[in-house]
């Protein structure tokens, strides 16, 4: 009594066919998802390293610091770059008067560059080290510091 005419273990044959194919497309879905679900959170695509570029200048505030308090500070007091950029600082002192300013840092990014008043000193350095780090006028402690931000990709 089969409706077209088959033999009953032909149709079984063919509903087993189509259950298997039918689990394998939901099972290559469901890996699919999975592995997007797995990935997308976490694996943003690494950033390539680039070239920044700083300008950083000596401000002062308006009071007068002798004799004790200083009154220098740096603009901008924080950079952030990412680590493998390779940095460049453009330090410009704007003092009109005979002042020097410095800009130093200590390990791992050792560097101490002196800038006459109403100079401009640039310098590069790579960013290889992850971490927050000072840089300082050595003249104009505790105010004029800054920090350096290498974030780990
Ligand atoms: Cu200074």
Known sequence: MALSGEAPTTR????LGIA???????????G???????????QAPAQAPQERDF????????FNDTPATPHDYF???RMTVNQGDTVTIHFFNTETEPEDHTFTMAAPYEMNHVVPYNSTVSFSFTASTPG?????C??????????LVVLQP
């Open 12 to 15: 079984v044959g063919k509903v």
């Open 20 to 30: 298997i194919v039918v689990s394998l497309i939901t099972g290559a879905i469901a």
């Open 32 to 42: 699919f998802g999975a592995g997007f679900l797995a990935r997308a959170p976490s």
């Open 55 to 62: 300008w950083v200048f000596t401000v002062v505030l308006p």
């Open 75 to 77: 603009a901008p007091d």
């Open 132 to 136: 927050i780090f000072a840089y300082r």
């Open 138 to 147: 050595v003249y104009h402690q505790p105010t004029m510091t800054g920090w």
